[in-house]
């Protein structure tokens, strides 16, 4: 470059025609201002070239330490001439009129990990400040994880970050399954079915069946339930909670609608369901309880009312015996009580397989006594 195009360079005052020209003069050395994004504006303030290597500094988080950067040559081998164009020039000027470096050779990716399945995991914490920021680099993000050849993309996006998710969207992602606090997306980048294994199929409920020994069995009736059920004494039931094992949330909803301690004894059956809530599979357990204490406190958000009642009124109420599923709970509950049946208890194991507790439930059949006198 010669001392006068050097000191074009470094002008302050360029005008804008000056500035196109420049552009067209070394378009075999930067890019051509033809493909400036939208927003970008021309300013007479043009920034001179240094010999150190530029970045584009405008995407820089601050917390962030291992930021990744990718070569706009290999965005354009993927992308084609007017990606390598549109990632060369991104920002002339900050949001604050500070300079900003005009001609990065790298772009920075979205801050991730890999999993192992071949995928890429983005970090939540260390998404970019703006949505226009986040735009860009998602876009450049996708076109090096491709040309790395990876799988997978999953993106959770906090609530507080709500503004990104139709720009995710936008650029492909598909939805997967929302929180409270977040909603995560995915991108399957090769050919072919997407194999990223789908949203949570099932939910789970409890059902607490408590005898005491008066033969009595703990029944509640519920605030709200379908036009059928008014009326009818059930046992107290619940979903299971994130990370709870059966036995506890049995015992938990109990208590809960009830007032009544209890000891898990045994899984005395489970029904599987399937297109009920949400168009979701159910997984109900009934499980037998010990109670250990008798006063009742009845739950005034749920319960209209709880009470201990005799077993065999309770297995004469209608809607009991109608219901050939109602009927085979109680019967077999009754069984159990004869010691004519041996449901499932739980017992903590650990598999080589993850290293994890895990709670594994079957029965425990003496083969001298068949008639489970030892349950």
Not at 189 to 215: K, W
Not at 256 to 271: C, L, M, P, Q, Y
Request: charged share 20%; with cysteine.
């Amino acid at each position: 470059m010669s001392v006068m195009e050097m000191s074009l360079f470094q002008s302050k005052s360029l005008s804008a025609s000056e500035m196109a020209q420049v552009g067209r003069m070394y378009s075999n050395s930067f890019t051509s201002f033809r493909y400036l994004p939208a927003g970008v504006k021309v300013s007479p303030q043009f920034c001179s070239c240094t010999g150190n290597p530029l970045k584009a500094s405008s995407f820089s988080h601050p917390s962030s330490s291992n930021n990744r950067y990718l070569s706009t040559n290999a965005i354009g081998s993927v992308g084609g001439d007017k990606l390598a164009a549109e990632t060369s020039i991104f920002q002339i000027f900050g949001t604050n009129g500070a300079r900003s470096n005009l001609f990065p050779r790298d772009i920075r990716v979205l801050d991730a990990f890999d999993d192992e399945y071949g995928g890429v995991i983005v970090d939540p914490e260390r998404l970019p400040e703006n949505a226009d920021a986040f735009a860009y680099i998602l876009h450049s993000s996708l076109s090096n994880w491709k040309m790395e050849g990876k799988k997978g993309i999953w993106l959770k996006l906090p609530v507080e970050r709500a503004e990104l998710v139709p720009v995710a969207v936008k650029e492909g992602f598909q939805y997967h399954h929302a929180e409270r606090g977040y909603v995560m997306l995915t991108y399957w980048i090769p050919e072919g079915p997407c194999m990223l294994p789908a949203n949570a199929s099932h939910q789970v409920g409890v059902g607490g069946f408590v005898i005491n020994d008066n033969n009595e069995v703990l029944v509640v009736q519920e605030k709200h339930c379908a036009p059928t059920c008014v009326g009818f004494w059930k046992i107290p039931t619940g979903f299971i909670l994130e990370s709870e094992e059966i036995f506890t949330g049995a015992v938990r909803e109990v208590k809960e609608e009830t007032g009544i301690d209890t000891e898990f004894v045994e899984v005395i059956a489970f029904r599987h369901a399937h297109n009920v809530a949400f168009e979701k599979s159910d997984l109900f357990f009934i499980c037998m309880l010990k109670p250990l204490s008798t006063q009742i406190i009845v739950d005034d958000l749920e319960i209209e009312a709880a009470k201990w009642m005799p077993l065999a009124e309770f297995v004469e109420q209608p809607l009991v015996k109608e219901d050939s599923m109602f009927k085979k709970v109680i019967s077999i509950c009754i069984a159990r009580l004869g010691k004519h049946y041996c449901g499932l208890s739980s017992h903590q194991v650990v598999s080589k397989f993850d290293g994890r507790l895990s709670s594994l439930y079957y029965n425990v059949v003496d083969t001298q006594d068949f008639n489970c006198s030892n349950c």
